[in-house]
């Protein structure tokens, strides 16, 4: 099992940025992809970005060109850089990991969600 724990989440006004963390830890044999996604108040979770263990990343079309998720391997954490945010980009944010257990069985893991709200 993984566990994930999310920090950066707060209050920002509309133009302004957030930097999201999540750090992950755990006895597994390797943690894979990691991601962020987003649940607005009444909406569906949605995916914000992906980043695999190598570097390739994936984004919703709606935050192109002003997120950038990265990430340290040697940290297990992944990040989400939030640039000019927007009042629709109010939700909470929550940390996904898939994982490479010992035994070789595959599994993924949540974090709690940190709130991100976006005044205008």
């Known amino acids: 099992q993984v566990q994930l724990v999310e920090s950066g989440g707060g209050l920002v006004q509309a133009g302004g940025s957030l930097r999201l963390s999540c750090a992950a830890s755990?006895?597994?044999?390797?943690?894979?992809?990691m991601g962020w996604y987003r649940q607005a108040p009444g909406k569906q979770r949605e995916l914000v970005a992906t980043?695999?263990?190598?570097?390739?990343?994936n984004y919703a079309d709606s935050v192109k060109g002003r997120f950038t998720i990265s990430r340290d391997n040697a940290k297990n954490t992944v990040y989400l850089q939030m640039n000019s945010l927007k009042p629709e980009d109010t939700a909470v944010y929550y940390c996904?990991?898939?994982?490479?257990?010992?035994?070789?069985?595959?599994?993924?893991?949540w974090g709690q969600g940190t709130q991100v709200t976006v005044s205008s």
């Open positions: 996904n990991a898939g994982y490479t257990a010992y035994m070789g069985n595959r599994g993924d893991s």
């Open positions: 755990g006895k597994v044999f390797s943690i894979n992809a």
């Open positions: 980043i695999t263990r190598f570097g390739s990343t």
